[in-house]
């Protein structure tokens, strides 16, 4: 009879060779991405995204080394030794309790010992020295913190970015084939006018010579969409594979109602930045104090050639002060406020470039949405004008240099209202960005 936990193990290995999705990784790339998507997946696959949660465990790493300071210090030594010398071979004679009265003093003999050791050191004063590296790699833990929420942040940008520029580019190449396509139709109208000779020679070739214009732009804007999906794919961390967008998906991201800059990671970066050069400073400044440690040890010592052993220890404190060390200390304490001053200086340079930046993202987007609206005007227009072009050609009282301009025109303008479209998303979410939110509200 089976046992009842083998039989369930086996009804589980059943069920997930029988359901591919049970088996399909978590993080396998969807077949048609929508921004949102894009941005949970680069976080997690990215290259830089990895880059930064190593800088991370960098950091933490220095913590723990700092706190290593607060504890004490045990170690343990064993030595064998040999020796001639009267000193040390009285003092082997001393410590295994060999000592008899007929000793001489000045030749007591060759003698051997075998020593094992155990010390313990704890400095428990050092002038705020090691409080001074823990709070320093507390704050650079969380200057890492912050980077690594940048790096992401400029991610999800570049995602949302490399996301519209293939929607612009699809759009792109679909006014690029119904300009083929209109083309096209025009020069089969202008053939049939030209058999029956209601039509110009002339005519009819600059129609020609316009229809292979209009492939050649549609095989460069195919070339542009191929290039933009790469560096999609390069962004996310994949080095192959389709790239399908999903039509049905929402990735209106909300225009931004706060102004304020404060949340922006790279300025908490800093801030944390400066106050671990404080910290610096407070780290040199111990330079100036003394120290003070306390130790123990317990020594068992024993002769190997002579029979006799004897165990021993020793406790005590330690006081250490520098009364001049060349004024090492004070050009330490110089270098540490001079790096800090400079910092505070380019936390000043940043506030003010990020500042710079969101009054330039929230101009940008009055612009893209204006010219937003210009350009679905002109499309609309332009396409009307070309469909009357185009009867009137069919009628022969248009000439074909005519029509030509009005499909060109009517190109230009769809193609401008896909700048604009993707242009406008663009600008949406670098506001987002230099105000210091999320693309889609994702934690860091």
């Known amino acids: 009879m089976v046992p009842r936990p083998l039989l369930l193990c086996l009804c589980c290995l059943l069920v997930l060779l029988a359901d591919p999705a049970a088996s399909t990784p978590t993080d396998a790339p969807p077949d048609r991405w929508t921004a949102e998507q894009a941005v949970q997946f680069a976080r997690a696959h990215s290259p830089d995204a990895h880059a930064a949660r190593e800088r991370i465990r960098m950091a933490e790493a220095d913590i723990r080394a700092a706190r290593a300071a607060f504890f004490p210090q045990l170690g343990v030594s064993g030595e064998y030794s040999r020796t001639d010398n009267p000193m040390y071979s009285f003092g082997n004679i ?42 320093a790699a ?44 209109a083309i096209t139709a025009s020069l089969e109208v202008a053939q049939a006018r030209f058999a029956a000779g209601t039509l110009l020679r002339e005519d009819l070739l600059n129609l020609e010579v316009q229809q292979a214009r209009a492939e050649e732009q549609r095989i460069q804007a195919r070339h542009g969409l191929d290039l933009a999906r790469r560096g999609f794919r390069n962004l996310l961390g994949l080095s192959g594979g389709e790239v399908l967008l999903d039509a049905t998906g929402s990735d209106v991201q909300k225009v931004p109602d706060q102004h304020a800059t404060a949340g922006r990671p790279e300025l908490v970066a800093m801030a ?12 040199a400044t111990a330079g100036r104090r003394p120290s003070a440690d306390a130790f123990a040890s317990y020594q068992t010592e024993t002769g190997l050639e002579h029979d006799g052993s004897g165990n021993s220890w020793l406790a005590g404190m330690r006081l250490n002060y520098t009364l001049f060390d060349g004024r090492r200390t004070d050009a330490a304490v110089d270098q540490a406020t001079a790096r800090l001053a400079g910092a505070r200086a380019e936390q000043r340079k940043l506030q003010l470039a990020v500042d710079l930046e969101a009054e330039q993202a929230r101009l940008a987007l009055a612009q893209e949405e ?33 029509l030509i301009d009005t499909e060109n025109r009517l190109t230009d303008a769809r193609i401008s209202h896909a700048l604009a479209t993707s242009a406008r998303s663009i600008a949406v979410a670098d506001l987002r960005r230099a105000v210091g939110l999320g693309q889609f509200n994702e934690e860091n």
Request: charge should be neutral; charged fraction near 25%; hydrophobic fraction near 45%.
């Open 138 to 181: 507390d704050e650079r833990s969380q200057a890492a913190g912050h980077d690594r929420a940048a790096v992401f942040a400029r991610l999800a940008n570049a995602v949302v970015r490399a996301f519209h520029t293939i929607r612009q580019a699809e759009d792109t190449v679909s006014a690029r084939q119904s300009a083929v396509a």
């Open 272 to 283: 944390a930045a400066v106050r671990a050069l404080e910290a610096e400073v407070q780290k």
């Open 94 to 135: 001393l410590n295994q309790g060999q000592f008899t009265s007929d000793i001489d003093f000045n030749d007591p003999g060759i003698t051997d010992t075998l020593q094992a050791r155990a010390t313990l050191q704890y400095r428990f004063y050092n002038g705020g020295h090691d409080r001074a590296v823990l709070a």
């Open 370 to 402: 204006e010219r937003l609206k210009v350009t679905a005007r002109m499309v609309a227009a332009a396409a009307e004008s070309a469909r009357l072009a185009r009867l009137r050609f069919t009628e022969g009282v248009l000439l074909a240099s005519d």
